[in-house]
């Protein structure tokens, strides 16, 4: 498909782009008003916990401590997740200079891989390149099958780390931290944590020296309120806890065979990334398919790939190449200037895509009086993008009511991107049908079914393809949030009742009032669309800051903590590189904007605009952020660190 030039699109047919992604979102916003209210945090939810139940494992898997843990002596350091996140958070502090004996990981989860644990359904791949996404490539020397791979790869290399460095015997299973409170005393942390598989006597009691809270963005499935969920007689789950045992197929195939939804009448609700990957896969199998959707995504194309062995050769043959590929896909991303003369990863993302820098950062100072021709330039400068994804519908759908309502009608960062060369195909079958809800979501749930647009839709299976909560609500963004942890510091601070006062931290990843804790972002840290880089960058650096900390205090019982001044400062620096994510303002409902509540913050006026501004992700991009911290490093000195050594 030809691409378009801004130029060629007329300063009129701008402006009814314009009015047409504001009558979008204000019919969202009118129709769902309620924020992040209209979710229920399965998590938390005693009605609806049962549908976030691990399928995974069996009861009788680890109902005991490793011989290798000894949790009654003293655990220096105690990483809470083991998905990526967490594994990078282990090798990282190994790297710094700490023993492995001294080192333990909770999860909640049977395995490892975090995201790529629980979520197993059909088609699953990751939708940024496998070279740059799938950590420790180079030190495992593993080589991704595919150029984006699928998920029994993404949970197979989350084991190859573990088994690399040997934290099989290190790792606690099926464990929810649920409590931390630091015992000032013993200088330590009383973390509390609960067996998953509702066995009291197998909860445990820790105490901890060093915490690191290592988790993604995507831990709290969500489903939407809808009156009749707990009428449905069908069967029913959500895609991050996928029943094979109901469609057929299996957890570890690519492409699972799912013969058991020939006779089945479907329902997914849902067309975010998720549902994008997953409907291909069940239009090949179920009778009938309905596929609900309130916002359609914007779909570009995938070009999945087989991984060429020579170029793979190429792309791997210098020390550090993931590292630089990472940085070379981050300065097209985020516009770092100039623009590097090779585009080493050249997908979708940052082809054509020149204003997506505005939902995690642009790589260059934005001034108030510059703001609205910032903004502008967004918005024109996407146009064509979004043109030709739309053209891309009408090129591939054959039914052109359907085409119509697959079309989506807002600036390309107001919601993550989809890249996928089935699914737009997948409405050309006779057994798929897209239920259109204009904005309004679904109306209620009966014992046969979905009611939508007044039309009872009956089902065998309903699948809930509806997300995450991931930042938490405008008024919570707490690490102790994120995780579901009641986190009490120095002095009774709880930590969820600090953040909502205010968002304060040293670069992000550790607050005052919270000695020898650390997390992973994501207020006043850098985000960007390959969180991996990201939470590499928290790994070393935090790794850096505990080992460094200890040599300082010189004891290996060293209390670090941020001081109160250097938050102040940091908030102060976040503030002025904010703007470059103006962008943000007035798109159409996500959980980028928190379902729209960011707009009501933003219209509060000018004090609740500046404390937002302190309280964001860092606004000009990871690699500006990297820099950032090189050079604390570099100056030496722990600044903005308060250490001591233990009493």
Not at 204 to 226: D, F, N, S
Not at 352 to 358: E, F, K, L, Q
Not at 480 to 500: E, N, P
Not at 525 to 542: G, P, V, Y
Request: charged share 25%; proline share 4%; hydrophobic share 35%.
């Amino acid at each position: 498909m030809a691409k378009l030039d801004a130029s060629e699109i007329s300063a009129s047919a701008i402006a009814d782009i314009e009015a047409k992604y504001n009558t979008e979102r204000d019919k969202r916003l009118k129709e769902r008003p309620q924020g992040e209210a209209q979710f229920i945090d399965l998590t938390t939810s005693s009605k609806f916990k049962h549908l976030q139940d691990d399928p995974w494992v069996s009861p009788d898997e680890h109902t005991s401590v490793p011989v290798t843990i000894n949790i009654s002596d003293p655990i220096k350091y105690l990483i809470v997740g083991a998905g990526y996140s967490g594994l990078l958070f282990a090798v990282r502090l190994l790297d710094a200079g700490a023993k492995l004996e001294e080192l333990v990981i909770v999860d909640s989860a049977g395995g490892y891989g975090g995201v790529w644990y629980w979520n197993r359904y059909p088609g699953l791949m990751c939708d940024v390149e496998s070279y740059i996404y799938m950590p420790l490539l180079e030190e495992t020397g593993y080589m991704p099958k595919h150029k984006y791979s699928y998920g029994p790869e993404l949970r197979g290399q989350a084991n190859r780390i573990a088994d690399k460095w040997n934290l099989r015997g290190r790792t606690l299973f099926r464990q929810q931290t649920k409590q931390m409170n630091w015992d000032a005393g013993k200088n330590e942390w009383i973390v509390k944590t609960q067996f998953a598989g509702d066995k009291p006597d197998l909860d445990l009691e820790l105490h901890v020296k060093y915490v690191l809270l290592a988790g993604g963005q995507a831990t709290r499935p969500k489903i939407p309120v809808v009156e009749g969920f707990d009428t449905f007689k069908g069967h029913i789950f959500h895609t991050s806890r996928w029943d094979y045992g109901y469609t057929g197929g299996s957890n570890g195939e690519v492409k699972p065979e799912m013969a058991k939804l020939k006779d089945k009448t479907v329902g997914i609700i849902g067309t975010g990334a998720t549902a994008v990957q997953a409907i291909p896969e069940l239009a090949k199998y179920a009778k009938q398919l309905f596929v609900i959707q309130r916002t359609p995504s914007s779909i570009d194309v995938r070009n999945q790939r087989e991984t060429d062995p020579e170029e793979w050769k190429n792309i791997t043959g210098k020390k550090d190449w993931w590292w630089n590929r990472n940085v070379n896909f981050a300065e097209i991303l985020h516009r770092t200037q100039p623009q590097p003369v090779v585009n080493m990863v050249s997908d979708s993302w940052i082809v054509g895509n020149p204003s997506y820098c505005t939902a995690w950062g642009y790589d260059n100072v934005v001034t108030p009086d510059q703001v609205s021709e910032y903004v502008k330039k967004l918005h024109v400068d996407d146009i064509p993008r979004a043109e030709r994804l739309r053209k891309r519908v009408d090129e591939i759908v054959e039914d052109k009511e359907t085409a119509q309502n697959l079309k989506h009608w807002y600036p390309t960062w107001c919601k993550r991107p989809c890249f996928h060369d089935d699914f737009l195909p997948a409405f050309n079958k006779p057994n798929v049908t897209l239920v259109d809800t204009d904005g309004r979501g679904v109306d209620r749930i009966t014992e046969k079914g979905v009611v939508v647009n007044g039309i009872e839709y009956e089902l065998d299976l309903l699948i809930l393809s509806t997300g995450y909560k991931v930042l938490g609500g405008s008024t919570n963004m707490s690490p102790a949030y994120r995780f579901g942890i009641s986190i009490t510091g120095k002095d009774g601070l709880d930590m969820d009742a600090a953040y909502q006062e205010e968002i304060s931290t040293l670069h992000g990843l550790c607050r005052a009032g919270f000695p020898n804790l650390f997390f992973a972002g994501a207020s006043q840290a850098s985000l960007t669309a390959n969180q991996i880089m990201s939470m590499d960058t928290f790994a070393k650096h935090i790794g850096y800051v505990i080992i460094e900390g200890q040599r300082k205090a010189g004891t290996a019982g060293a209390i670090i903590e941020s001081t109160q001044a250097a938050q102040d400062d940091w908030g102060d620096q976040v503030a002025a590189v904010a703007l470059g994510m103006s962008g943000m303002g007035g798109c159409t409902p996500n959980y980028l904007n928190l379902e729209g509540e960011l707009d009501k913050l933003l219209s509060l006026g000018p004090e609740v605009q500046a404390k937002m501004m302190r309280g964001q992700i860092w606004g000009r991009g990871i690699n500006h952020y990297v820099g950032v911290l090189d050079k604390w490093r570099s100056d030496g000195g722990l600044r903005g660190l308060d250490i001591k050594a233990a009493a």
